[in-house]
């Protein structure tokens, strides 16, 4: 699969050259000798002519009935399927997620999948009385026409299926941007779909860098929506942007998640939830466990059985099924994960454990970074409050409850909190307290369910959530439909 080969812009079901004829390269982050490929570097009139060719395929799409539309992602699931292992490996390799992490992201476009062919069959609207004799009440769901979807490197696989489908299967066109250091996942993404059966022009895909072409993809006058994954500072742009235009748009942004362990946790349970957030697919995740707040009872035990169990992780290539933290995923984050480890020393935070950069074999052609534990921080601390997007994991300590959700919500982030506690009471108590989208009760801050809405608060999201039927009130408009149905129709005054 790993070739170096040169790939194509997918616009109108073909594979075309970029505009400039520039090109980049991409490399596997556990071998960065190692090129995975040549792919387009694109500008303002690929964006222009992946737009226009979806407005034209959109007319006929639109029609479709969303049943059919609906067995087409169906395929789809079933062709990911049978190529799960390729799709799983090519994750591994080019973004250095382990082989495990990486099994479970394509499960999760999977699940998308088979949920969402089902919304073709669910595309509901309801009937509301009218206060008019013989007069019915109507709404159905429109689609919105062509959308634009920028999706993060660090869920290559996962993130661009669940905005593609529900956009698909509403009745949108799409213009796809993957993340210039892993397009090859978005390579293989179009091939699946195109083999399913979508119709050319209906899912385009142009490749590059995010400065040169993210303007293009949301103040085009063709494009309806916007649908983003990736950092706040470039959400907010963003979001912004499409409010000028008044465009829709929906935008998945960052986090710094804690799970919070009082004094009656399973203790045992709570570090393995804390391991799984903060160090598997190495800590590149929004839902990523960045912080613990632990009550002062529980600080000992908790810290002695997770530096134990910290240091039994593997770190090494992400395609040794033994290994748990793999490398970072670019030099960017490489440099950015290094450089807030020595923040953290400089604020006066106590590394308990690790947090060296790995250069000698057999990590020495790679970017990895042992995975951190810091403790005795303050929640001032700027390890405490900002996003690093890494294994690197913050202990802060709490006198109880209340300042624990003090301590959660004093930062800017509203994305995931986690409680820990056998006091159900308390549970809710908590939960009710917190500044954060999603709350997890004794249960890791990773994840979520498909069928369920998904999504954060404050500089963590923007717009509508996203998976469930969220996804689908995204992707269409709301038409309300005014029926009179008497033989006589009397003058009606209208208030």
């Known amino acids: 699969m790993i070739t170096g080969q040169v790939y194509g812009n997918f616009i109108g079901g073909e594979w075309v050259q970029a505009s400039s004829g520039k090109t980049y390269k991409t490399v596997n982050p556990a ?5 995975i490929g040549e792919f387009q570097s694109s500008d303002r009139s690929d964006v222009q002519r992946a737009i226009e060719r979806a407005y034209a395929a959109w007319r006929e799409w639109r029609s479709t009935p969303p049943p059919k539309r609906g067995e087409i992602l169906l395929e789809a699931y079933y062709l990911m399927k049978k190529r799960a292992e390729d799709f799983s490996r090519l994750i591994a390799l080019e973004m250095g997620k382990p082989i495990g992490d990486a099994r479970g992201e394509v499960k999760r476009a999977l699940n998308v999948l088979e949920f969402i062919a089902g919304e073709g069959r669910r595309m509901l609207g309801e009937t509301i009385p009218s206060e008019i004799p013989n007069n019915v009440i109507m709404t159905f769901r429109k689609p919105l026409g062509v959308v634009s979807i920028i999706t993060p490197w660090n869920f290559p696989i996962a993130i661009p299926v669940w905005k593609i489908a529900p ?28 083999d399913a059966g979508i119709p050319a022009g209906v899912l385009n895909m ?3 860098s995010g400065s040169l072409i993210g303007d293009e993809l949301v103040s085009n006058e063709k494009i309806a929506a916007v649908s983003f994954t990736g950092s706040t500072a470039v959400g907010r742009q963003i979001y912004a942007k499409a409010a000028h235009h008044l465009k829709k748009a929906q935008c998945e942004m960052g986090g710094k998640n804690a799970v919070v362990v009082l004094e009656d946790a399973n203790i045992d349970a709570a570090v393995s939830a804390i391991i799984q957030g903060a160090f598997s697919s190495t800590g590149e995740r929004c839902t990523a466990t960045s912080r613990v707040i632990v009550e002062k009872p529980a600080r000992e035990e908790l810290m002695e059985k997770l530096i134990q169990r910290v240091s039994r992780l593997k770190v090494g290539d992400p395609l040794e099924e033994d290994t748990y933290v793999g490398p970072l995923a670019h030099e960017e984050q490489y440099i950015k994960v290094r450089d807030y480890i020595e923040i953290g020393k400089s604020e006066g935070a106590k590394l308990v454990y690790g947090g060296r950069t790995l250069t000698e074999p057999p990590y020495d052609d790679g970017y990895y970074v042992q995975p951190a534990v810091f403790a005795d921080a303050k929640p001032e601390m700027r390890i405490a409050r900002e996003e690093i997007f890494g294994p690197v994991l913050t202990v802060l300590e709490a006198r109880d409850m209340h300042e624990a959700a003090e301590i959660n919500n004093s930062v800017y982030y509203g994305f995931k909190t986690s409680i820990y506690t056998e006091n159900i009471r308390k549970a809710f108590r908590f939960a009710d307290m917190c500044d954060t989208g999603m709350v997890h009760i004794n249960a890791p801050t990773l994840g979520g369910e498909v069928q369920a809405p998904f999504g954060g608060l404050k500089e963590s999201g923007a717009g509508y959530k996203e998976l469930g039927r969220e996804a689908i009130r995204f992707y269409t408009n709301e ?3 005014y029926l009179d149905y008497s033989e006589q129709r009397p003058e009606v005054k209208f208030i």
């Open 479 to 481: 038409i309300i439909t």
């Open 31 to 35: 071998r960065k000798s190692q090129v």
């Open 167 to 194: 956009a698909l299967v509403a009745g949108n066109a799409v213009v796809f941007k993957p993340a210039a250091t892993t397009p090859l996942c978005g390579v293989k993404l179009m091939e699946l779909f195109a």
């Open 206 to 208: 142009v490749t590059g």
